[in-house]
């Protein structure tokens, strides 16, 4: 359970399992807190990479202790989502937008940025 909400952490998305590791796909069980070291370096990389694309709506995000998300406007709004799935409806509610990775716009600051 979680201190600071009373949730219980239950639910791992799919985003966070390794499931490129054949090892770990053939495991019949898994402890809890097994490869919680590349797990959490993984979820890192993967806030990176969401921030890179966040930026362009003025928004950002980040890991909150392993199991949920904060995504954080400038105007110092913030709203805690569970995984990166959910991610994209409350940054789109967040920054009043739909958040198109098609957008002209979009790509050519991606571009720019890379």
């Given at each position: 359970m979680c201190v600071l909400c009373g949730e219980l952490v239950m639910h791992v998305h799919w985003t966070d399992q390794p499931l490129h590791d054949v090892e770990y796909r053939n495991k019949t069980t898994i402890t809890a807190g097994e490869g919680q070291r590349d797990r959490?370096?993984?979820r890192i990389r993967r806030v990176a990479i969401a921030n890179k694309i966040l930026d362009y709506y003025g928004l950002n995000i980040?890991?909150?202790n392993g199991?949920?998300?904060v995504i954080a406007d400038k105007k110092g709004n913030s709203k805690i989502v569970h995984d990166l799935g959910g991610m994209w409806k409350t940054a789109s509610d967040m920054c009043h937008k739909e958040m198109d990775p098609l957008d002209p716009g979009f790509l050519k600051a991606i571009q720019e940025g890379a």
């Amino acid at each position: 359970m979680c201190v600071l909400c009373g949730e219980l952490v239950m639910h791992v998305h799919w985003t966070d399992q390794p499931l490129h590791d054949v090892e770990y796909r053939n495991k019949t069980t898994i402890t809890a807190g097994e490869g919680q070291r590349d797990r959490r370096r993984l979820r890192i990389r993967r806030v990176a990479i969401a921030n890179k694309i966040l930026d362009y709506y003025g928004l950002n995000i980040r890991d909150w202790n392993g199991s949920k998300f904060v995504i954080a406007d400038k105007k110092g709004n913030s709203k805690i989502v569970h995984d990166l799935g959910g991610m994209w409806k409350t940054a789109s509610d967040m920054c009043h937008k739909e958040m198109d990775p098609l957008d002209p716009g979009f790509l050519k600051a991606i571009q720019e940025g890379a």
